[in-house]
T-cell receptor
Framework: DTAVSQTPKYLVTQMGNDKSIKCEQN?????MYWYKQDSKKFLKIMFS???????INETVPNRFSPKSPDKAHLNLHINSLELGDSAVYFC??????????????FGPGTRLTVL | AQKVTQAQTEISVVEKEDVTLDCVYE???????LFWYKQPPSGELVFLIR??????QNEISGRYSWNFQKSTSSFNFTITASQVVDSAVYFC??????????????FGGGTRVLVKP
């Protein structure tokens, strides 16, 4: 009965490689997000999709590309990985009912380590 | 631009003490939402509360209580009679509702709470 799931949980890779992180939510939410948490625990939004449409695209290197095949999935692909990409990446989802924003539910996070 | 400040980086208490976490925010929006999340050592982010800007009533849920004061742009969080399981990093967040749907959360830097037995 997992609400928001991410795979993999841990990802260790070499600089220059390309990798993907997958996210799925079974809550029926329309909006999904990617956040990055750095080594100092600071959380910052990267992207958001609503019904497969990109609605937030923060200042993120274009090596990062989100893809939403359907509203239950939001994947994150990263090209040419750099040391500074090492972080924990969180996926989240939320719903909006009658114009009211509801809380975001977060996945367990993916710890990416670039060597 | 929105901003959330959690001035306390770390608080250490002994079990059963009360602990209050401060959160001060900045926004030009008249309608917004405030949130608190808990991140235990296991790493997941756990939703605790959502408060909309029009509702200034304080809220209590078990040992947790929240004090929202719009006049001072603060949304403080108190844990009463703390327990070791409360040890975690706590994040305050402010939403920036997008016109179509969804909202962008701006997080504070977090406050690490350490409860010692």
């Amino acid at each position: 009965d997992t609400a928001v799931s991410q795979t993999p949980k841990y990802l260790v890779t070499q600089m220059g490689n390309d990798k993907s992180i997958k996210c799925e939510q079974n809550l029926g939410h329309d909006t999904m997000y990617w956040y990055k948490q750095d080594s100092k625990k600071f959380l910052k939004i990267m992207f958001s999709y609503n019904n497969k449409e990109l609605i937030i695209n923060e200042t993120v290197p274009n090596r990062f590309s989100p893809k939403s095949p359907d509203k239950a999935h939001l994947n994150l692909h990263i090209n040419s990985l750099e040391l500074g990409d090492s972080a924990v990446y969180f996926c989240a989802s939320s719903r909006r009912l009658a114009g009211v924003e509801h809380e975001q539910f977060f996945g367990p996070g993916t710890r990416l380590t670039v060597l | 631009a929105q901003k959330v400040t959690q001035a306390q980086t770390e608080i250490s208490v002994v079990e059963k003490e009360d602990v209050t976490l401060d959160c001060v925010y900045e926004t030009r929006d008249t309608t917004y939402y405030l949130f608190w999340y808990k991140q235990p050592p296991s790493g997941e982010l756990v939703f605790l509360i959502r408060r909309n800007s029009f509702d200034e009533q304080n809220e209590i849920s078990g040992r947790y209580s929240w004090n929202f004061q719009k006049s001072t742009s603060s949304f403080n969080f108190t844990i009463t009679a703390s327990q070791v399981v409360d040890s975690a990093v706590y994040f305050c967040a402010l939403s920036d509702p997008i016109k179509a749907a969804g909202n962008k959360l701006t997080f504070g830097g977090g406050t690490r709470v350490l409860v010692k037995p």
